[in-house]
């Protein structure tokens, strides 16, 4: 099935999946190297672990994100918006 009549359910698993079969795959050997990039710090990891975070990180398709504060990050004051300077128009 193609991207256009997948749900976003569908994709963030497909998503999961992949980063899954990369780690799979690029997980290190004994001597801390990738065993297909054969470098210490696989950045391919590291992606697909990034993944793995932010889906673990997301809700369910259609709950709303709750606040700030009940999520644990700091409420910051915000500058006041100033006001835009509109022109006046005389529709007569």
């Known amino acids: 099935?193609?991207?256009?009549?997948?749900?976003?359910?569908?994709?963030?698993?497909?998503?999961?999946?992949?980063?899954?079969?990369?780690l799979r795959d690029h997980r290190p050997d004994p001597d801390g190297h990738c065993r297909v990039c054969r470098i210490p710090d696989c950045r391919l990891s590291a992606a697909a672990r990034n993944v793995l975070d932010a889906a673990a990180a997301g809700l369910p398709p259609g709950?709303?994100?709750?606040?700030?504060?009940?999520?644990?990050?700091a409420c910051e004051a915000k500058p006041e918006a100033t006001p835009m300077r509109t022109r006046h128009v005389d529709n007569r």
């Open 1 to 22: 099935m193609t991207a256009p009549h997948l749900s976003l359910a569908q994709i963030r698993n497909r998503l999961i999946l992949t980063a899954r079969a990369v």
């Open 63 to 73: 709950k709303p994100a709750p606040p700030d504060h009940e999520r644990g990050l």
